[in-house]
Nanobody, 119 residues
Framework: QLQASGGGLVQAGGSLRLSCAAS??????VGWFRQAPGEEREFVAG????????DYADSVKGRFTISRDNAKNTVYLQMNSLKTEDTAVYYC????????????????WGQGTQVTVSS
């Protein structure tokens, strides 16, 4: 099970940190995705739980940072220099491998958390 939190309203250029608390350990990777109104859900960032290998979508490289806390079974998405185009519902999900996240091969989804960036 996944529990996402941390969304909110922020001005362009601001920052937010999302959290995804995961229970159970039958997955190898955790990722963040987002879906804007009228758009398809897209991959944002992912992390391999054991190796800490990380992958980012080009649109967020240099602005977003994904990390994990083993003790808390939690994955974070630090979002800096937010843009209006980052506005979306953000979801976390697990996968059996990091590469699967990019093609939305996921084992399970958490509930979404709304991120709204105002101009």
């Amino acid at each position: 099970q996944l529990q996402a939190s941390g969304g909110g309203l922020v001005q362009a250029g601001g920052s937010l940190r999302l959290s995804c608390a995961a229970s159970g350990r039958t997955y190898s990777a955790v990722g963040w995705f987002r879906q804007a109104p009228g758009e398809e859900r897209e991959f944002v960032a992912g992390i391999n739980w054991s190796s800490s290998t990380i992958d980012y979508a080009d649109s967020v490289k240099g602005r977003f940072t994904i990390s994990r806390d083993n003790a808390k079974n939690t994955v974070y998405l630090q979002m800096n220099s937010l843009k209006t185009e980052d506005t979306a519902v953000y979801y976390c999900a697990t996968s059996s491998e990091l590469s699967g996240l990019r093609v939305l091969q996921v084992l399970g989804w958490g509930q979404g958390t709304q991120v709204t960036v105002s101009s």
